[in-house]
Structure formats: C-alpha cells, structure tokens
C-alpha cells in the first residue's frame, strides 16, 4: 500500500515519493468553477488542464491547445487541440469504457457552463466579453474558436485561469453538486480520496500527454495535503518533517524561521530551503477621488493632498521593520515588479521626501487637516505607522479598525475616503492592474474602488487592451500606469513578495510570480 501518511521524508527506491504540504485554510471544491481561492486552485492546477498554460516567466504556452492563432482583428481566438489527451479513468463517468478522449466539444461545454448562471461560478467574469449570440464554434474535434464582443488581446491570459479547466459533461451529469469532491480531470495527477478537514490524497496520472526531456510527467507519486488549522501546529509539523513544504510567513513563527535580514534563519539551513520571488500583489492605500454627499469637502480630493501623502511615506522602513524584507517598497507605480514589462520598474513612483511632503501641505489652505483610514485588525501597524509619518507633515490620521466584512462593503460602495487593500492578479497582464482606474469598472459592479474618471486614461486603456502588438501595448500600459501615479488616487506600498520553505532534496517546483503551485515537473533526490 502507498505510504501516505506518517512517511518518512527520506525516499528509497522501491518507496513511493510523496509530495505533502498543510492548507490550513482548507479546500472548499475541486471543482474548477469555483476556483476562487488560491488554495483551491493550488489542488486544481495538478487535476486540471486548459488549453494554455503560464510557464516560470509568465509566458503564455500550450497546454490542450498545441497551437493557436488570433483572427478578426483581435475578435477571434482559434485554438488547435492535442489528439493524445485523456480524461482520468472513472467508472461512474465512463462506465466500463473508463474514459474517454479530449474534443472540442469539451471545451464548449465546460466554458458555457462557467457562463450559465444556475452553475453560480465567480469566474463567469472570465467570459464577460464572449459574443452572446455565438461565443463557442467546433467546425471538429480538434479545433475550438471563440468569438469576442470587441477587441481584447489580454483574454489569451485569461484562459490560463483555473476556471478554465477541460471538464466532461459525464461526470456532471453522473455527480451533479458531488462533482466538487468527485473530480474528473486531465491533469498529472488524479483524484484518490478526501477526507474533508482531514486529508486529500492524489495519485500519478500514468497517462498524462505532457512530457520533459523525453519523460512523461509527473515525475512524483503523489500528493498528499493536510488541513491543519492552526498554523503554529502545522509550522512545528513541517520542523519535524512531517510536511515537504510550506508557503508564506505568519507572525506567530516568522521571526523564528527568518532573521532580521529576512533570509533563513542559520539553524534550518541544513535542512530546508527558502525561495522568495515577486508576487503579482500590490499593498496599497485607495483614496475615494469622486466628491461625495457625504463628505463634499473631503481634503482628499485635492490631488496635491494625495500626492503629499505618497510624499510622506517611507516604504522602505515599511519593508525593513514590519515585513522582515519581504516585499519591495512600492517606489514605481500600481503595476507591481514581478509583471511582465514592468520588472524593472518603469513607472516613476513617489521617493520618500518629508520635506517636500510638508511643504505642499504648508501651501494649501486646507482648514481641517483630518483623514480617516479604513482598515482590518491585520493591518494596523502600517497604518499606525503611516500616522505617525502623516502627522509629521500636519495630517491628523484617525484609524478605523473594522471587520474584514464591513471593511469590504465600505470600500465596495466608496464609503470609505481613505481604505487600505491588496490588488491580487487573477491574470499576468498589466490590464489586470489598469482595470480599477476604468470609468466603466465603478464599484459596487466593478473594481474601481476609488471612482477615479479620466477621460485620457479612458481613451488610451480601450485602444491598449486592442493593440496586437505586444511592445506597443505594453508602451501604452507604462502610459496609463505614469497617469495613475499622476493623479494619485492610490498610494502604492509595497510590492509583495511570495516566500516558500521546503525539505532540502525537492527540486524543480517552477515557480513564478502568479504563485501557482506547479508540481508535475517535481523531483526528490536524497
């Protein structure tokens, strides 16, 4: 029987290799529908397959789809499938038939049930500009096409999302809301068992299409994956060895696991290893830009006022003291550095100069120098520390502390004039980031939390998510991000960073700045 729980982390060769981490957020479905939270998509991505793929660099590639090309003036994608893909063998599914190959027609069902609105999916976003009439087209098995309202080159991006995973008709119509823990995919693993809050367990598709220097993949086993709560217990647990792997840092061990540098700490240098890469996150203050009834005198829609607060701020010290150097200081524009197009920071953002910071707040006759911030219980030593480098230009920063519910209605409907958030990319393509300052994409019906409007910004973002050609587009994107920073209606922080421990021995987890577990390609040696 597989050694699944309790194996040791030393492998031999007649011992299966087992890949084991903890989630202690747990996992809601492994139905790709509801791919809306990362631990959930960490599990899809090993049972699913779409037609494209991101690989370390953020580079688009061919998954199901082997080829592809972009028609009607950016209106039409047309993809040319594999004819070696299989779905996993599952009897309930398949009867005795067991499985059955990969078509088009596949495609079609699985995307048009994201659309339907009885599947409830959150990911029907993704879809949002399909033409309604005839968004899908399968002239034969082997080709997909689909059609557009208008122009949007970054949809290609799109399609690496977890929601658009190949899955097939039979299994839902067999599970129906069962599908969620009885999934059906093409991907290097398949699904053997889960015990919900306790452990779910996938297998080595034996099977599966994709291969790497002449080996078929996955090169590993299986997975196994814990649900510990507690993430101080779960912390001690992987001391012990008993997990391979742990991603991110809470403040009940990060001190211990990291010195003050941010790097590992001297004494688990022997047996495990650290990786840190830029994560497409952006920590940022959002500042409500649209005179409201409220508060028609908000001080903060003097755009000088706003810029003297990006001023003010000493990023750096934000990194260095309350993140242990995690993260980089936010000193470009939203776009965070591990973007592509954007890693070398093109945009010029705000250097910390209080002095001029003062003087700009010295030079306005503002009356009351009161702001409020809204934020959550997690976040209150940036803000508090924020504060104290307001107060020493003349802003009188009062902190409202609220629960992450309320704090996400205020910001959702701009009743909060000043808010701190996180900008987490669903997609790599800087659209992703340009989307909130969009005059159409006003909250609560779309992401632009700050009501910012500008006729320019408008106008340059609809011809940049048309251009063809990728240089150009990525031209227009720095453009728009320059614009943002301009007019201030954020005040970037810092860019986050995603930091992983693992057993020494794991090789090959390709890794890249979308934080998404990639296991197929992983190796252990001893």
Known sequence: MMCIVGCSQKKTHNTKIVFRYN??????????????????????????????????????????????EIANNGKTFIFHLRNDVYFHKNKIAFGDKLNRKVTAKDFEYSFSRIINNKTASPGKWVFANVDSIKPFETPNDSTFIIHLQKTFIPFLNLLSNAYCAVIPHEAIEKFGVDFRSNPVGTGPFYFKSWDEGEKLVLLKNGAYFEMENGKRLPFIDAVAISFIKDK??????????NFDFMSGLDGSYKDDILDKQGRLNAKYSKAFAMHKMPFLKTDYLGIVVEKSNDNPQNILLNKKVRQAINYAIDRKKIIKFLRNNIGTPALGGFVPNGMPGFEAMPVAGYEYNPAKAKLIIDEINLGSKKITITTTATYVDVCEYIQKQLAAIGLNLTIDVVLPAINTELTANAKAPMFRKSWVADYADAENYLQPFYSKNFSPNGPNYTHFSNKLFDATYNNAVAELDDAKRIKLYIFLDSLVMSEAPVIPLYYDDAVVFYAKGWKNFHFNSMHLLQLKYLVFNK
Do not use: C, M
């Not at 529908?33 to 899809?44: D, G, K, M, Q, V």
């Not at 217990?233 to 012990?240: G, P, R």
């Open 232 to 241: 101080q217990t779960a912390y001690l647990e992987f001391l012990k060895g």
């Open 23 to 68: 989630e202690s957020a747990g996992i809601t479905s492994l139905d790709p529908a509801f791919a809306s939270r990362t631990e959930n998509i960490w599990a899809l991505n090993q049972l699913y397959n779409g037609l494209v793929q991101l690989n370390e660099k953020l580079e688009i590639k061919p998954s199901i789809a082997h080829s592809w």
